[in-house]
């Protein structure tokens, strides 16, 4: 658990942050992106004010009474040198304009750069990276119950497929296999 956040850190890997949205009570999408994509797209100033205490969600507040919500204040991304980014469209700030501007911006790059994974009612994602981030396990309305970080594995799982290449229906995989990890470093002795 990083700063509320579930992951799988690996040193020097790329970080990923996912948000797991509902579309509709049978649809979710999942959305991600890399950390390396938002610190090439932003401002130096961006970066230093996203990572201010200052952003409020009443997600990452869940159990919080309502009048102590605003206690409760978070950096966008994190302190750590392999930044960890915390999003949800839930995510705002009273303070100076200028970490408006700065949450403002980190959106209109999240809308224009992530890329969009359909998911079915009950389906499972699995991200095979270094890490996998997210705020929660739970998804409205109970589409999607976990995610699962697959830390480091040579080859995508099995998913159970049969000699026929028929695997289960609720599982759905994507070519972000390769996307994550063909940058990634190879391991000593390799």
């Not at 100076?96 to 890329?115: D, G, P």
């Amino acid at each position: 658990m990083i700063n509320g956040l579930v992951g799988c850190p690996r040193p020097g890997s790329h970080a990923v942050y996912t948000i797991l949205r509902a579309r509709s009570l049978v649809r979710a999408a999942s959305r991600i992106l890399t950390v390396d994509a938002i610190e090439g797209l932003l401002s130096a100033q961006h970066l230093r004010l996203l990572r201010d205490p200052v952003y409020k969600s009443r997600r990452l507040s869940a159990g919080a009474r309502p009048d102590f919500e605003d206690l409760d204040r978070y950096p966008v991304l994190s302190e750590l040198p392999d930044s960890v980014v915390r999003f949800d469209d839930d995510l705002t700030t009273s303070e100076q304009s200028m970490h408006r501007e700065a949450l403002i911006a980190l959106r209109q790059l999240w809308a224009s750069a992530a890329t969009v994974i359909d998911l079915d009612g009950g389906d499972l994602l699995v991200i095979a990276n270094y890490r996998a981030v997210h705020p929660r396990t739970a998804l409205h309305y109970g589409l999607v119950r976990t995610v699962i970080c697959a830390p480091d594995p040579p080859r995508p799982p099995s998913l159970g497929l049969t000699s026929a290449g028929v695997g289960p229906s609720n599982v759905r995989t994507d070519d972000c296999w390769t996307r994550f990890n063909q940058d990634r470093p190879a391991p000593i002795g390799e």
